[in-house]
């Protein structure tokens, strides 16, 4: 088993930054490929960040591609999203997620998931 816990969300202003962590437990961290989701209220969740076991990689959904970046501390077992230039659209609540699948971008490919942190971005 693997726990993830999100922290970092919160309310900001248009253009403004968040940084999102993400802290796991349990199993060896730096074995699994980290992922970033979020839902927005009466949408599905869909795939935002993704980064491969080593860190060498990292996968963006075009609607964040250029403002947001992943990196992940193995030695600390903890993974952040840095968000820039965040717009009113990316307000959801924003999920980190745990996988050894070889694909990245869908949440069946995800074994373990945190509870999730409310984004609010304000016009």
């Known amino acids: 088993q693997v726990q993830l816990v999100e922290s970092g969300g919160g309310l900001v202003q248009a253009g403004g930054s968040l940084r999102l962590s993400c802290a796991a437990s349990?199993?060896?961290?730096?074995?699994?490929?980290m992922g970033w989701f979020r839902q927005a209220p009466g949408k599905e969740r869909e795939f935002v960040a993704a980064?491969?076991?080593?860190?060498?990689?990292?996968y963006y959904a075009d609607s964040v591609k250029g403002r947001f970046t992943m990196s992940r501390d193995n030695a600390k077992n903890t993974e952040y999203l840095q968000m820039n230039s965040l717009k009113p659209e990316d307000t959801a609540v924003y999920y980190c997620?745990?996988?050894?699948?070889?694909?990245?971008?869908?949440?069946?490919?995800?074994?373990?998931w945190g509870q999730g942190t409310q984004v609010t971005v304000s016009s």
């Open positions: 997620a745990a996988g050894r699948s070889l694909r990245y971008d869908g949440t069946l490919n995800y074994d373990y």
């Open positions: 349990g199993r060896p961290f730096g074995s699994y490929t």
């Open positions: 980064i491969t076991w080593n860190g060498g990689s990292t």
